[in-house]
């Protein structure tokens, strides 16, 4: 679970990097500033732009940060079934609804042409590492679906949490149910 930005406990760098990588899944990258930050956290602007000196260097971190998490996640998933795994990816999409987010992938890809290249190359190896994990947990179980599918898996993930912003609970919730029933 990631920290509260709001825990007093933190170093203001933590602090950042927590709300930056919320406005991120809640708002997109181009639709909030370091004044958002700043106003929220109750510091000078200046607090920001020492550890992140450009929104650029923050983006690099976020999405960093998120590798980081995912290969834990990997990591710790590992001596699980296929099937639990992947029960694992479509829990952080159930977290990620109930905290009024969507995914990194699903608020920065749309966004790619817009971001900053260091951060397009981040994106990019988040995208390549989560895709080929999901390809290697469906040639690892006995899926319906083959490694091919593993993009077929996140675009209805990713799509699941957007489209549920709109239509609410229920369809997160059907779309969910109807990609375990493809699988499974």
């Known amino acids: 679970m990631r920290p509260n930005p709001g825990d007093a406990h933190l170093d203001t760098r933590t602090k950042i990097l927590s709300l930056a990588d919320d406005l991120v899944r809640k708002k997109g990258f181009n639709a909030f500033s370091y004044k958002d930050i700043s106003e929220s956290l109750a510091i000078k602007p200046a607090a920001i732009h020492y550890y992140f000196p ?26 699980e079934s296929p099937v639990t795994q992947l029960q694992n990816l479509i829990g952080l999409f159930r977290v990620y609804w109930d905290r009024g987010q969507i995914c990194l992938m699903g608020s920065l890809c749309p966004d790619k042409n817009t971001l900053p290249e260091k951060m397009q190359v981040q994106l990019e190896k988040l995208c390549g590492l989560i895709l080929d994990w999901v390809a290697d947990i469906l040639e690892q179980g006995t899926f319906k679906q083959g490694k091919e599918f593993a993009p077929v898996i996140m675009a209805t993930l990713m799509s699941s949490v957007i489209l549920a912003r709109v239509q609410g609970a229920g369809v997160f919730n059907t779309i969910i149910a109807q990609l375990q029933k493809d699988l499974i």
């Not at 976020?62 to 001596?79: A, D, P, S, Y």
């Open 54 to 79: 450009t929104k650029e260097d923050l983006g690099v971190a976020i999405l960093k940060q998120e590798i980081e998490r995912f290969e834990r996640n990997g990591e710790r998933w590992q001596h």
